[in-house]
Structures are given as structure tokens and as C-alpha cells.
């Protein structure tokens, strides 16, 4: 095996592991750390004020997974062309996913912490839409990459 053919292979096991950590985060968060966060706190605005305090510092690693993946399906793309299909598709909807992470980090969440105590829910709908969204792309690239490579 050459030393090219292992760095594509450690590529595709690196990729799918944090593809895996991405959706896995991601449905977690959806599916069971915000419906708790409901119904522990039923006031909108100390709802805001802790999930303030929970995103609080998670900007860095968010860009560091998304870059990482980005970077890993740039080398299977150079090195596996009989993965180019699936890892274009998966590189186009990490793209998508990233621009709107970009979006909620950098004017959702700005204008949230401004936002007038009655504006809070409409904020709180939209950022479960876009989660959600951001959520079907990466779960979407996610399986694309798995089948491509395991098929």
C-alpha cells in the first residue's frame, strides 16, 4: 500500500468519525438537551440566559469540525476518485451547513442578545428551523459518505 492510498483511508476513517460527531451533537441537542431546556425553564427569558450560557465558547470548535471535515473531503476527493461522487455531495452540503452555522453565529445569535424580551420565541423558532436544516444537510452527507465508502 502506498503512503498516499493509507493518508486517503485515514482521511475517510478521520471524515466519517467527525461526521459522526457533528449529527450525533447536533440530534442530541435537538432532540433531547432543547426540549429539557423547555420545560425546566418555561420563562423565555431565563431560557435565553442559559442558552447563552451554553453556546458560550462553542464558535471555536464548531469552525475547527467544520474545517476538518472540509479539509478531510478535499483529500478524499484528490486521492479515492471512486469516492468523487458521494464526497461532492457531502461537499456541498457541508458548505451549505457551514454558511448557515456562519449565519446563526455571526447575526442570529448578535441579534438575539439584543432582542426585546417578546421578539425571544421568534428567534428561539427560527434557530430550531435552521438547526433542524443544518441537521438533514449533515445527517444527508453523512450517510452519502458512509455509503460511498463502505459500498
Known amino acids: 500500500m502506498s503512503d498516499l492510498a493509507g493518508v486517503a483511508r485515514l482521511a475517510v476513517v478521520a471524515h466519517l468519525a467527525l461526521a ?21 425553564f418555561p420563562d423565555p427569558e431565563r ?3 442559559f442558552l447563552l450560557a ?20 478535499l483529500v478524499v476527493l484528490l486521492f479515492r ?4 461522487l458521494g464526497y461532492t455531495i457531502a461537499l456541498v452540503a457541508y458548505l ?4 448557515l452555522f456562519v449565519h446563526v453565529s455571526w447575526r442570529h445569535w448578535p441579534a438575539r442578545v439584543f ?23 449533515v445527517g444527508a452527507a453523512f450517510l452519502t459518505t458512509s455509503v460511498a465508502s463502505v459500498g
Open 20 to 40: 459522526a460527531v457533528w449529527l450525533g451533537s447536533m440530534v442530541y441537542s435537538l432532540a433531547v438537551v432543547q426540549p429539557r431546556v423547555d420545560r425546566f
Open 47 to 49: 431560557r435565553e440566559e
Open 54 to 73: 451554553l453556546a458560550q465558547g462553542n464558535r471555536r470548535p464548531v469552525v475547527a469540525l467544520i474545517a476538518a471535515l472540509l479539509l478531510t473531503d
Open 81 to 84: 476518485p471512486e469516492l468523487r
Open 96 to 99: 451549505l451547513a457551514g454558511a
Open 115 to 137: 432582542a426585546l424580551p417578546e421578539e425571544l420565541p421568534g428567534f428561539q423558532r427560527r434557530l430550531r428551523r435552521i438547526a433542524w436544516t443544518m441537521t438533514a444537510l
